[in-house]
Nanobody
Framework: QVQLVESGGGLVQPGGSLRLSCVASGLLESIYAMGWHRQAPGKQREAVAQITSSGVIVHRNSVQDRFTISGDNAKNMVYLQMDSLKPEDTAVYYC?????????WGQGTQVTVSS
């Protein structure tokens, strides 16, 4: 089994910043990619950003100039730096890992953007 644990969520005012972290542990096999998804109340889960094992990075268009994903393969960690946060970024943010034997998800961390 693979465990993913997210941290760094919280309440922030519009225009503020947060940095999410995710650490993977357990039966870690050859990794394909790690990334972040989010799910707002009443909405479907959506992909936010992904970084592949070869360093290819993709960000969702709506966060392209505000969020930055990065990874540390040696520490089995992935980060999401979120700047210029907007109320519409409010959601539960989930870390995921794609590896040889499947895809794994964390429990999520709440991000609330409100004044």
């Amino acid at each position: 089994q693979v465990q993913l644990v997210e941290s760094g969520g919280g309440l922030v005012q519009p225009g503020g910043s947060l940095r999410l972290s995710c650490v993977a542990s357990g039966l870690l096999e050859s990794i394909y990619a790690m990334g972040w998804h989010r799910q707002a109340p009443g909405k479907q889960r959506e992909a936010v950003a992904q970084i592949t094992s070869s360093g290819v990075i993709v960000h969702r268009n709506s966060v392209q100039d505000r969020f930055t994903i990065s990874g540390d393969n040696a520490k089995n960690m992935v980060y999401l730096q979120m700047d210029s946060l907007k109320p519409e970024d409010t959601a539960v943010y989930y870390c995921n890992r794609k590896q040889q034997d499947g895809e794994y998800w964390g429990q999520g961390t709440q991000v609330t953007v409100s004044s």
